[in-house]
């Protein structure tokens, strides 16, 4: 472009500006320069996608740092016996930590009971120190009055989350330690009813369960009920998460060990910049998805270790008609350097993404476990609906799943409706299985078919059946294999 503007430029001062046509000229040259200009950077713009799009991505995550001055929950009367009563001390030395201008609230070895939620505040660091554990009560009235959060998707106001933070900015759960939900057999894990898990929750026939609230909750969001107005806590069976940020900026949890669950585990929502980083989950019960990103933008989750009872990692972004009212989607996921053990899945994206999802990156993962059921997972139905487009796979190993490597179903839980999913713009490479049933499961909608899916570079070892395609339309193979 610069060429346009040097012409019109000579042209104009060999005039010496008097020529009304010459300025005219100039004005017009200028603004086709300037509109050529921005077009070629649009252009250049759009050129970045796929995997390029990484960097800008990891500059908009954004690590938290706080002031250097500690605050011991020791000096404001917590003891570690593993029996006394610490909230009181913690949140105590919350609220001076937060006086002080922020911190680290500092849990020192030891065991450390804690009956009722840890509500992070701004500008403070949860530290664990090595050999600490957090024991959480599992008594549902310590989690008494009700806040603001989600359930599978659909917003309402319930039991606290076991550490929870609403509308904070620069916070985090740091260090060595364990945090401890104590949920198992008859506490938490009971509430969910039947459930065709490996573990026993001790639920029996004619127990109460989480079924009748589900269909109220569901009933009041199709209404058009305020979240507000949707109170569920005392005499309801609704289980609460472990860790949950809703609404905040500049969140990390890193190095922790987190285990014994009521349900989701970590679960960013309506989130951005949030890194998740060396933390491992070992937890078994119903609904324990090692971390759930909903509704969140620019998350990273690196270096982790997952054994779980439900997904590896969920990304979601709402349910069904809440999640389109809300319409926000997950985007820019980075997942890397992971392990996964047990799980429905490895890494997931839905079922509860009617908000949609976008921009995924999963790299550098190994994955392996009789009891891992997935891989690579996508959900939906024509009831959820939403889409899920751009997903980057590559340098995965997968020693052992129970059934596919990737699977694709939009006919998840046999649910219909007027919202059928997209599915669209699928990249895998470099992906190599031990041990399987079937390499692929990708199981479109008839009309809505799945749509440009490469894969490329992979080998499928010792798959006991072919793959399934159904209702796929472009599909591109380029140096797969499938040895025995």
């Known amino acids: 472009m610069p060429h346009l503007f040097s012409v019109a430029a000579k042209f104009a001062v060999s005039q010496k500006l008097k020529n009304s046509v010459a300025l005219l000229l100039l004005q017009a040259l200028t603004a086709i320069g300037i509109i ?59 609220q001076a930590c937060v006086d002080a201008g922020g911190g680290r609230v500092v849990v020192p070895e030891g065991n450390w009971l804690v009956n009722g939620p840890i509500h992070l505040r701004s500008n403070v660091n949860l530290h664990l120190s090595a050999n600490s554990t957090v024991l959480f009560s599992t008594n ?40 401890d939900g104590q949920a198992s057999e008859g506490k938490w894990w009971n509430w969910k009813g039947h459930w065709e898990g490996e573990t026993d929750i001790g639920w029996k026939p004619g127990d109460p369960d989480q079924l009748t609230d589900l269909a109220v909750l569901s009933k009041q969001a199709n209404e058009g009920v305020p979240a507000s107005e949707r109170v569920f806590g005392t005499g309801h069976r609704l289980r609460p998460n472990f860790l949950q940020t809703y609404k905040c900026e500049d969140v990390l949890i890193e190095g922790v060990t987190i285990t014994n669950s009521p349900m989701w585990i970590i679960h960013p929502v309506l989130s951005s910049s949030v890194i998740v980083r060396g933390v491992t989950v070992v937890s078994h019960g119903p609904n324990n998805d090692g971390c759930d990103p909903e509704s969140s933008r620019n998350v990273l989750i690196e270096d982790c270790r997952f054994d779980t009872g439900d997904d590896c990692i969920a990304i979601k972004s709402g349910r069904n008609g809440e999640g389109r009212r809300i319409n926000v989607p997950s985007e820019n996921i980075i997942v890397r350097n992971c392990d996964m053990a047990d799980g429905h899945g490895g890494v997931v994206l839905g079922s509860e993404m009617s908000g949609g999802i976008h921009n995924v990156f999963v790299e550098n993962c190994r994955m392996d476990s009789p009891q891992l059921e997935r891989a690579i997972r996508l959900k939906s139905n024509p009831l959820r ?10 340098n995965i190993e997968v020693g052992e799943v129970r059934e596919s490597v990737v ?58 059946r ?11 193979f380029h140096n797969v294999t499938q040895p025995r």
């Open 36 to 94: 050529l200009l921005i077009l070629t950077n649009d252009s250049s713009a759009q050129e970045k996608s796929g995997w390029d799009l990484l960097p800008e991505i990891l500059r908009q995550i954004h690590e938290p740092h706080f002031p250097d001055q500690d605050f011991l929950i020791t000096d404001f009367g917590a003891v570690g016996d593993g029996k006394s009563d610490c909230k009181p001390a913690i949140d105590k030395a919350i």
């Open 140 to 179: 549902p009235t310590d989690y008494l009055p009700v806040v603001f959060t989600r359930f599978e998707g659909t917003e309402l106001m319930n039991y606290s989350p076991l550490i929870y933070a609403y509308e904070q900015k620069n916070i985090a759960v740091t260090g060595s330690g364990t945090l």
């Open 385 to 394: 609906g939403g889409y899920l487009e751009n997903l980057y796979v590559r």
């Open 407 to 464: 699977h694709i179903d939009l006919e998840y839980a046999n649910e219909t409706g007027d919202f059928p999913p997209t599915v669209r713009n699928l990249f895998i490479e470099n992906v190599t299985s031990q041990k399987s049933d079937m390499p692929l499961y990708l199981v479109g909608i008839k009309g809505h078919e799945i749509e440009n899916v490469q894969i490329r570079n992979c080998e499928f070892r010792n798959a006991k």
């Open 466 to 476: 072919a793959s399934v395609f159904e209702h796929v339309g472009e599909i591109i």
